[in-house]
């Protein structure tokens, strides 16, 4: 992880990206990037854009307009919305139906990615956790679960587990990685540590400070990896709960931090019609 | 003058302020303003966007609609386009038609004024040069030497004299200027040095290696100060001429330098009622 930095001195020729959500105050992406540009000598700058869900038509335009804006990072609640108003989708934002970059291509399209399934594998490999062979269970089928899910299954996991309060969004995700990973089991599980090597809470139980735990961790085992995605608080009481039982514990913000590398690629890419 | 600094740390707390403009390269606003946001300890950051006239609309739009971001310094060639586009004008901006600076209120209305002509006024008055009583002569009677006049005419100037080679648009600043400052008699002049206190040159001729000087310094007095308004290059052939005679000469980007006060009091003014 990068310490945080001050950005170097901005001027006329230097290039703008920005992270847009609602809400934005919480968003880690300005001291991620910008560290990143003042490291690798990039004249850019990175700045949080406050954009409610009614305006995303009109800043995605004026995204389009603007001759030094030249990539976005688009958070909740934008990522669904923000997909069906680029140009082309790379192979993940396909599958997932959810943008979470934008890039501005040197013919003025738009492509969106989705980096977050394999930031959240890069946060976990960073600390030398493979998830090849492993029997993991992940908590939650929305967005987040969604894409974590797929890419779990990219990475050969021996089986993975999805338990989600909504029924109907457990299956679809169940099958749609299915179809899509064949070579994996996946198939829908209940919330309940016991026999999981690795756990991944991709729901919001645990933002608050009286949330219950989002699963039966009576059975966990010490040698399971325990990782939430909760940004903050960082140490969500399921980490706190599974460091209590030895467990190798996985904060959330590794997330964001896995996938800065991908995201850089995908921006400042010399062949872009890879991408394409 | 402050000199370049890096800009705090951002982060999802960050207010956004811009300067708008095509071309944008040249613009010196970023360095100045994040200067003083760091001086003053203001989680803030001003980055430069590039707009062309057809997207001047949206990119309004825009800044009007996303919840943090609150400012705008406008330059070349929206200034006049822009004015059009917000919801209230400053005195100076009334008179001139055209904005440099937008605020966004509390309520959500856009404020727009104009420091142009308060900026040269203040550069000038940083080193100790008076314009109270003083025979200026302006050469340009565009934009920038209208707000140049106008503020020269507030400071009670003995008299001024207006040269642009557009007699249409000479007589129609020599008039507005007039009928507001009825206590300074303002009239055309030729482009000739000889009898003024202050030169100051508002056209841009300067800023090509081969422009003719933009008046006749044949009689130049060593007691003349002698301005341009010209960014780049910071000592225009005028400049040059006039220092080999002995002239007090006065740079271009004191102009920008002068108005960071004012606008920086026009953004975070607390009764925002007061421009109105």
């Given at each position: 992880m990068k310490t945080a930095r001050a950005t170097p001195g901005l001027s006329g020729t230097t290039r703008l990206y920005a992270i847009i959500g609602d809400p934005i105050a919480q968003v880690g992406s300005p001291r991620l990037f910008n560290a990143e540009f003042q490291a690798r000598g990039i004249d850019a700058v990175l700045v949080a854009m406050h954009v409610a869900p009614a305006d995303l038509g009109g800043m995605i335009a004026t995204f389009r307009a603007m001759k030094n804006f030249d990539g976005l990072i688009v958070t909740v609640p934008h990522k669904i919305q923000a997909a069906a108003m680029v140009d082309s989708l790379g192979g993940n934002a396909a599958r997932l139906g959810a943008v979470n970059a934008i890039r501005k291509l040197p013919d003025g399209r738009l492509l969106g990615d989705n980096f977050d399934g394999e930031g959240f594998v890069r946060g976990l490999a960073a600390r030398?956790?493979?998830?090849?062979?492993?029997?993991?269970?992940?908590?939650?089928?929305?967005?987040?679960?969604?894409?974590?899910?797929?890419?779990?299954?990219?990475?050969?996991?021996?089986?993975?587990?999805?338990?989600?309060?909504?029924?109907?969004?457990?299956?679809?995700?169940?099958?749609?990685?299915?179809?899509?990973?064949?070579?994996?089991?996946?198939?829908?599980?209940?919330?309940?540590?016991?026999?999981?090597?690795?756990?991944?809470?991709?729901?919001?139980?645990?933002?608050?400070?009286?949330?219950?735990?989002?699963?039966?961790i009576s059975g966990l085992d010490a040698n399971t990896v325990v990782a939430d995605i909760i940004l903050k608080p960082v140490r969500t009481p399921l980490l706190e709960a599974a460091a209590r039982l030895g467990c190798i514990t996985h904060e959330g913000p590794a997330m964001l931090e896995g996938q800065v590398d991908a995201v850089m690629d995908f921006f400042f890419a010399t062949s872009p019609q890879a991408h394409a």
């Open positions: 030398g956790i493979e998830l090849a062979g492993r029997k993991v269970l992940v908590i939650g089928a929305g967005g987040a679960g969604c894409a974590v899910v797929n890419a779990i299954a990219d990475q050969r996991a021996a089986s993975i587990g999805v338990y989600d309060i909504d029924a109907t969004r457990r299956d679809a995700l169940v099958r749609s990685v299915g179809a899509h990973s064949p070579g994996v089991p996946v198939g829908s599980s209940e919330p309940v540590a016991a026999g999981f090597d690795v756990i991944v809470n991709c729901t919001s139980v645990g933002m608050k400070p009286d949330d219950p735990l989002p699963l039966d």
